[in-house]
């Protein structure tokens, strides 16, 4: 199962592409964790891209391109998974068409897409409560999803930090940036595939449940 997640800043997309991942076997493909795993260790895309995510703009698309188009194909290779959920990308209708492109190259094909639905002021407060897992990248919230023991991840043990992008004035730049550039995918995937609306505001299992039984799971 191929499957595209869109969504605003913190609508959820992260935690519910694990979970499903995790439910179907399919690879969790999140352009945002690679760009910042680039950016921790000082490639030179993560020193391209640094400055640009801490401004909540987008990372130029041939960069994110590129690193979509190496997954996929890992992805593909990988023993025992069974498809892919695509988190973070595409996010504009370049890389929308993009997609197609190295989609068709691979004899690939996107078999359902959903979408999480949230108010713009829930997110802002969402993000601000946010906390991520520096070495596995496991998201907690302080509030609805907090950690066993405060600043320590429940899975590794590693330490628990806000984004540099989780200020609210780069919330809203980057809800600003979501509504401009990636809300006009909706549009273009609904001409195109099976297009799930979820309401991103019910608990996070509620949210996980109303995903899995649209697409099957
Ligand atoms: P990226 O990491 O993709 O960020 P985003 O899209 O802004 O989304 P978030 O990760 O902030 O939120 P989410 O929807 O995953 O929510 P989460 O599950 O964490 O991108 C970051 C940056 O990288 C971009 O701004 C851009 O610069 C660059 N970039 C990435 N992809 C790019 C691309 N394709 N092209 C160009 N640039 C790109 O949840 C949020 C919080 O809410 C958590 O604390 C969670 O525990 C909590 N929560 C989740 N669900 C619920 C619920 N149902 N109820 C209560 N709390 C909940």
Do not use: F
């Not at 000082?42 to 801490?54: E, F, H």
């Amino acid at each position: 199962m191929n499957l595209v997640i869109l969504g605003a800043p913190g609508s959820g997309k992260g935690t519910q592409a694990a979970r499903i991942a995790e439910k179907g076997r399919i690879r969790h493909i999140s352009t945002g964790d690679l760009l910042r795993e680039a950016v921790a260790k000082g490639t030179a895309i993560g020193k391209q891209a640094a400055g640009i995510m801490a401004a909540g703009k987008l990372v130029p698309d041939e960069i994110v391109l590129d690193l979509i188009r190496e997954k996929l194909a890992d992805a593909r290779g990988r023993a025992g998974s069974e498809g892919w959920i695509l988190d973070g990308y595409p996010r504009t209708l370049a890389q929308a068409e993009a997609l197609e492109k190295v989609l068709k190259e691979i004899g690939e094909k996107i078999d359902a897409v959903v979408c999480i639905e949230l108010d713009p002021e829930v997110v802002v407060k969402r993000l601000s409560n946010r906390r991520t897992c520096v070495s596995c990248k496991a998201v907690y919230h302080l509030v609805s999803n907090p950690p066993a023991v405060e600043g320590q991840c429940d899975a590794c043990g590693g330490k628990l930090v806000l984004r540099d992008d989780d200020k609210p004035e780069t919330i809203r730049k980057r809800l600003d940036v979501y509504k401009k550039e990636t809300l006009p995918i909706l549009s273009l995937y609904e001409g195109r595939y099976i297009v799930h609306r979820v309401d991103g505001s019910k608990p996070i299992d509620d949210v996980t449940s109303d995903i899995a039984g649209l697409i099957g799971l």
